[in-house]
């Protein structure tokens, strides 16, 4: 049982180093007209970036993304993912815990 504490105080330490996490994904549209598929009448190849994600009302929410921020929303979306994978793991613990508790 010890080992398992410990177990889900090295997971809950492992998440602080994801704390910087968004969900969503990333879309370009035209930064001219605001279209993914662009509609001005000179084609524009400058794109604006944004992020797309559900609230906690299920409402789409877009934020734009500066161009020079890119790498680091992709990598708070990655860092994401490992936070869904460490809470799955804290999860299957816990389980693990409460059995052993339960079982006396
Ligand atoms: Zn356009």
């Given at each position: 049982?010890?080992?398992?504490?410990?177990?889900?105080?090295?997971?809950?330490?492992?998440?602080?180093?994801?704390?910087?996490?968004?969900?969503?994904?990333?879309?370009?549209?035209c930064?001219?007209c605001?279209r993914?598929r662009c509609i001005c009448?000179?084609?524009?190849?400058?794109?604006?970036?944004?992020?797309?994600?559900?609230?906690?009302?299920?409402?789409?929410?877009?934020?734009?993304?500066?161009?020079?921020?890119?790498?680091?929303?992709?990598?708070?979306?990655?860092?994401?993912?490992?936070?869904?994978?460490?809470?799955?793991?804290?999860?299957?613990?816990?389980?693990?815990?409460?059995?052993?508790?339960?079982?006396?």
């Amino acid at each position: 049982m010890k080992g398992l504490v410990r177990k889900r105080n090295m997971l809950l330490k492992k998440l602080d180093r994801y704390s910087e996490f968004v969900r969503g994904s990333i879309s370009s549209v035209c930064a001219t007209c605001n279209r993914a598929r662009c509609i001005c009448q000179k084609t524009s190849s400058l794109r604006a970036y944004r992020l797309t994600y559900k609230d906690n009302q299920q409402k789409t929410r877009i934020v734009y993304v500066p161009r020079d921020q890119l790498p680091r929303i992709r990598k708070m979306i990655a860092n994401h993912a490992q936070v869904r994978t460490i809470i799955e793991q804290l999860v299957e613990t816990n389980i693990k815990l409460f059995k052993e508790e339960t079982r006396r």
